[in-house]
C-alpha cells in the first residue's frame, strides 16, 4: 500500500509539474503583451494614438466594484477601484464618419488586444443604450497603473449581463468599419 501512495504522489507530481512550467511561463511571458497607447482607426475623421496621459484628459470615472461573469455565467471574480474612461468620449473626439444618417446603424467598433483577442460593439449599442455607459477603457486600479496582467490600457463592458467576454486585457487598437453600404 506504502508503494501505491508513493506512485500516486510520483505521478501527481509529474503531471502538476508541466502546468507549473506552463503557468510561470505564461506569466513570464505577459510583459510582452503589455499595451502602452491604444489607437483609434478606421471610419474617423480624426485617428488618435492615446497614451494613459492622454486617456486622463478625458472625464475619468471611478469605478468601485464591477463583478466579472465568464461567458458561461460562472463568477469571475471583480474589479476593484479602477479608472477610466467612457468609449463613447474616446470616439466621439475621434469622430465616427457618417456621410448620411443611416451610416452610423451599419457601424461596428472593433476592439483589439496585443495577444489578437477581439471584442465588437455596434455603434448603436454605444450611443441608444445603456451598455454604452458601462463601457470603459480603463488604466488605473487601486491608484496604481494597471499591471502586467492586463497592460496599461485595457477595456470591460461594465453593464453586459457576462462582463467577462468583453473584458479586453492589453487593449492596443479601436477600430470603427461600416460593415456594408
Do not use: C
Request: glycine share 6%; aromatic share 6%.
Amino acid at each position: 500500500m506504502h508503494v501505491i501512495r508513493h506512485w500516486i504522489a510520483v505521478l501527481g507530481l509529474v503531471t502538476a509539474l508541466p502546468q507549473a512550467v506552463m503557468a510561470h511561463d505564461k506569466a513570464g511571458d505577459m510583459s510582452k503583451f503589455v499595451s502602452q497607447t491604444v489607437t483609434v482607426s478606421g471610419a474617423v475623421e480624426k485617428p488618435l494614438t492615446l497614451s494613459v496621459d492622454d486617456l486622463k484628459n478625458f472625464p475619468v470615472l471611478q469605478i468601485d466594484e464591477l463583478k466579472l461573469t465568464r461567458q458561461n455565467g460562472a463568477n469571475a471574480g471583480k474589479l476593484e477601484n479602477f479608472k477610466g474612461v467612457r468609449l463613447r468620449d474616446i470616439l466621439e473626439k475621434a469622430v465616427v464618419i457618417a456621410r448620411d444618417h443611416n451610416d452610423v446603424k451599419k457601424t461596428v467598433i472593433i476592439a483589439t488586444a496585443t495577444d489578437d483577442y477581439k471584442v465588437v460593439y455596434s455603434w448603436s449599442e454605444l450611443f441608444n443604450t445603456a451598455v454604452g455607459e458601462g463601457v470603459l477603457v480603463f488604466f488605473e486600479k487601486n491608484g496604481q497603473a494597471l499591471a502586467d496582467d492586463e497592460g496599461r490600457i485595457a477595456m470591460i463592458s461594465g453593464k453586459d449581463l457576462r462582463t467577462g467576454p468583453r473584458h479586453v486585457k492589453w487593449l492596443k487598437s479601436i477600430e470603427v468599419r461600416k460593415l456594408i453600404d
